[in-house]
């Protein structure tokens, strides 16, 4: 496999992690100014438990499960062919029984790392659409950027429940504190904001670098963009109720799920053709050399 590594894709995680870092100083300093440390312990068991379960949390998100080779054979014989072309550990496999077509990458190392599809994506595509899928996750993995998506996943997720739990609470509030604890819901709010924007611009050159990865680990770019169509195409029949389930996964997902226009607007990923037309010009060049 000729790997490269994206030094577009690691610039833009140091320039991510770098923004939330200090983002995440001034909101601590915002919460401590206005006596709103109360919110700090809750921040640090938060940043303990997406690091060290964000895997286990991910899988409980979707109702999915650890899977043995016994139940999966061909799954895992797949999965642990393409970790050694990819130069990686082998990740743990799960399967979430879900009618959506779909697949992520979870965990906070390449050592410690799950890769999980669901059973509609099982039934939906090939053997060579589904070694693509299973090769861009791995990318994702070889890439390091599952473990940035989580941290930068979990600032936002804590200032946003700050902002719920304002909005629940604040009412009772005295005046002499009420002050200090509205600066401390609209600092949140504004962290919030932020880290919503730089999210979206890392996740959506992520999953370029992971459909090239991915495409480099097979050898067949064609076969991912495939399966990106048929994944696509797929996802007007899945019940509605189905994918709300799974939309606290969109960010980690191969394929964002279905949304209107301004859904589309600030999605994590990119558009399903341009990232197919990226694959065929791959395609071409690696027939050419």
């Known amino acids: 496999m000729e790997w490269k590594p994206d030094w577009g894709l690691r610039g833009r995680m140091v320039l991510t992690m770098f923004l939330l870092f200090a983002l995440y100083l001034v909101f601590v300093g915002a ?33 999915a499960k650890k899977v043995s080779e016994e139940e999966y054979p061909e799954l895992h014989a797949t999965v642990s062919r393409l970790s050694q072309q ?6 743990t496999v799960a399967v979430a029984d879900s009618r959506v077509p ?38 994702h993995v070889k890439n390091r950027d599952v473990m940035v998506m989580t941290i930068a996943s979990f600032l936002s997720t804590v200032a946003f429940m700050i ?27 504004v962290v919030w904001i932020v880290s919503f924007f730089l999210i979206r611009a890392l996740s959506r050159y992520r999953e370029f670098a ?7 680990i097979t050898g067949r770019p064609s076969a991912l963009a495939s399966a990106l169509l048929k994944i696509d195409g797929r996802m007007d ?17 191969i394929v964002p799920l279905k949304s209107d226009v301004i859904g ?26």
């Open 264 to 289: 589309r607007l600030f999605s994590t990923h990119p558009a399903t053709e341009k990232r197919v037309d990226r694959l065929r010009n791959l395609e071409r060049e690696l027939e050419s050399r």
């Open 102 to 139: 779909n697949a992520f990458a979870a965990g906070r190392s390449q050592k410690k790392s799950t890769v999980c599809v669901t059973t509609g994506l099982l039934r939906t595509l090939d053997r060579d659409e589904l070694e693509g899928v299973i090769a861009h996750e791995l990318a």
């Open 31 to 63: 919460l401590w100014q206005t006596n709103s440390f109360v919110f700090l312990p809750l921040m640090g068991v938060f940043v303990l438990a997406q690091f060290f379960f964000s895997d286990k949390l991910a899988l409980y998100s979707m109702g």
């Open 86 to 91: 990819a130069d990686l550990p082998k990740p």
């Open 163 to 189: 902002v719920r739990m304002g909005f629940w609470f604040g009412g009772g509030r005295n005046r002499q504190g009420g002050g200090g604890f509205l600066v401390a819901i609209v600092a949140s709010l």
């Open 210 to 216: 992971a459909d090239r990865g991915g495409a480099l």
């Open 237 to 253: 029949k899945v019940p509605k109720e189905d994918l709300r389930e799974q939309s606290e996964m969109n960010a980690f997902f």
